[in-house]
């Protein structure tokens, strides 16, 4: 079992950066995968960023590639992901999820565990 608790999320301007962080407690975090999802009012739950137990790979959505960096310290067991230069579009709850297994997920069914989640609203 793995519990995550994200925060970092808040009320930007257009342009601006902020910086998420998810914090994992329970079994071994570096052997989990780990992603980055949001949803906005009315709209489904959407991949953002992933990253696989290996801090080689990473994945971003189209939509967030060049502004968003996914990041992991396993000795601090939090995973990071980095806004910036944000849109009005990227408002939503973000959501940090951890996967078993190898490899990058990309979608809400292969991740296992979920954050309760954090608001990120960027005023235009």
């Known amino acids: 079992q793995v519990h995550l608790v994200e925060s970092g999320g808040g009320l930007v301007q257009a342009g601006d950066s902020l910086r998420l962080s998810c914090v994992a407690s329970?079994?071994?975090?570096?052997?989990?995968?780990i992603g980055w999802f949001r949803q906005a009012p009315g709209q489904e739950r959407e991949f953002v960023a992933g990253r696989g137990w290996s801090q080689n790979a990473a994945y971003y959505a189209d939509a967030v590639k060049g502004r968003f960096t996914i990041s992991r310290d396993n000795a601090k067991n939090t995973a990071y992901l980095q806004m910036n230069s944000l849109k009005s579009e990227d408002t939503a709850v973000y959501y940090c999820a951890a996967k078993i297994g190898l490899g990058v997920g990309t979608t809400v069914g292969s991740y296992h565990y979920w954050g309760q989640g954090t608001q990120v609203t960027v005023s235009s």
């Open positions: 329970g079994r071994t975090f570096s052997s989990y995968g």
